[in-house]
């Protein structure tokens, strides 16, 4: 199991940026394929973004396609969520998660991280 640790989370007024963290545990993080999700109030979680083990593969929503930019440091066993050009509608907790993979429904992942709160003031 990956414990992973969020951070960054905030408030912050709309077309604002904001960087989110996620640090892992465990020796083998190059392997992991990374992701973040988020989960408005009232809303199911929703994939956000997510990288592979390299680095070198990334996929994102459409609600989030060229304001978003996912990364890792695999020296530092983190991942980031970079946040541009933010709307109120970001507004949601966002989770990092470890073992990202997709489904014909969708992305899941089998390790998540506690949130961390984005809100975005219009």
């Known amino acids: 199991q990956v414990h992973l640790v969020e951070s960054g989370g905030g408030l912050v007024q709309a077309g604002g940026s904001l960087r989110l963290s996620c640090a892992a545990s465990?020796?083998?993080?190059?392997?992991?394929?990374m992701g973040w999700f988020r989960q408005a109030p009232g809303k199911e979680r929703e994939f956000v973004a997510s990288i592979s083990g390299s680095g070198g593969n990334t996929a994102y929503a459409d609600s989030v396609k060229g304001r978003f930019t996912i990364s890792r440091d695999n020296t530092k066993n983190t991942v980031y969520l970079q946040m541009y050009s933010l709307k109120a509608e970001d507004t949601a907790v966002y989770y990092c998660a470890a073992n990202c993979y997709l489904m014909p429904t969708g992305w899941g992942a089998t390790d998540w991280g506690q949130g961390t709160q984005v809100t975005v003031s219009s």
């Open positions: 465990g020796r083998t993080f190059r392997t992991y394929t």
